[in-house]
């Protein structure tokens, strides 16, 4: 990536399209077990993860076609904490739903038109935000997810065969 490509539309883009990908590579291999595993009774599984990147995917699709076809709209207000826990659906389930709504997402932002990241729209606690500031959350959005994933895959796939190995991670999943 070039430096005058970091902060661009398209790179934000390019995550978007590429996360269920990535998703599918790290889980490919992974036990129904450890989709369900929580390493903390407050903290999320890898299936509630998914099933909150679903959730997610219609609030931040149904606010890029605001973005797109209306003149400064206000977007609703949405909880993230208030995000449905899982619902017993295999974890590989929940992936191939978000991998079909992030489909229909990356759809819909490949026809933007190019001056589509200047748009603006109004935001219940930040105020104006404009669609490249909005893009940019969504593609951090994914990453921290990612994030969150590999750490979960990280403590239940393969710490625990780490041997003394383990005296050297510092795991936060």
Known sequence: MQL???????SAI??????????DTLLSEVAEET??????????????????LVETEGVYSRRAERFLGEESPALESWDPAKSP?????RGDDYLVGFAEARSGSVALLSMMPPTAGERSAQHPDLGSVTFTEFLH??????MGHIRQIVELC???EFHPFAGPFQKYVNLKP
Not at 4 to 10: A, F, I, L, P, T
Not at 14 to 23: A, G, Q, S
Not at 137 to 142: F, G
Request: charged content about 30%.
């Open 35 to 52: 989709y369900i595993w929580k390493p903390a009774p407050e903290r999320w599984s890898i299936s509630e993860v998914l099933a909150h």
């Open 14 to 23: 390019t995550l978007l399209e590429k996360t269920p990908k990535i998703l």
């Open 4 to 10: 005058e490509d970091r902060g661009s539309v398209h």
């Open 154 to 156: 990280r403590a239940r």
């Open 137 to 142: 959350n969504w593609a951090s959005h994914d």
């Open 85 to 89: 826990a899982a619902d017993g659906r």
